[in-house]
């Protein structure tokens, strides 16, 4: 954070020299163009820097939630917040209950 306001502000600085050198004259000066090009030059290897960490930051992100995905962590938040009963080892589907209350049972037929 520190760095960023600080890469901001000598931006800021830069461009404001920018309309006074011109009419100081210093445009043709060999070390004013000389300072501005190496801040150019460390503004762009700084930007460059930036831009990698944060490439390696996201990078390390989707590794980490292919190893543990946002799925599976919501399940187990589920199974540890409910009781959940396990299934009986036969369950009837809602076919078969269909075909069972469609058969006539012989108790009904009297």
């Known amino acids: 954070m520190f760095m960023r306001r600080v890469n901001g502000w000598l931006?800021?600085?830069?461009v404001a020299m920018i309309p006074i050198a011109y009419e100081a004259g210093w445009l043709t000066s060999v070390t004013f163009v000389s300072a501005l090009s190496l801040w150019a030059l460390v503004s762009g290897h700084?930007?460059?820097?930036?831009?990698?960490?944060?490439?390696?930051?996201q990078q390390e992100q989707v590794e980490a939630e292919a190893e543990d995905p946002v799925e599976h962590r919501v399940v187990e938040k589920i199974i540890e917040r409910t009781e959940v009963d396990?299934?009986?080892?036969?369950?009837?589907?809602?076919?078969?209950?269909?075909e069972e209350e469609a058969t006539p049972q012989e108790d009904d037929r009297n």
């Open 11 to 14: 931006t800021i600085f830069w």
């Open 46 to 57: 700084w930007s460059a820097w930036q831009a990698a960490r944060v490439e390696v930051a």
């Open 86 to 98: 396990p299934a009986p080892k036969k369950t009837e589907t809602i076919i078969e209950r269909s």
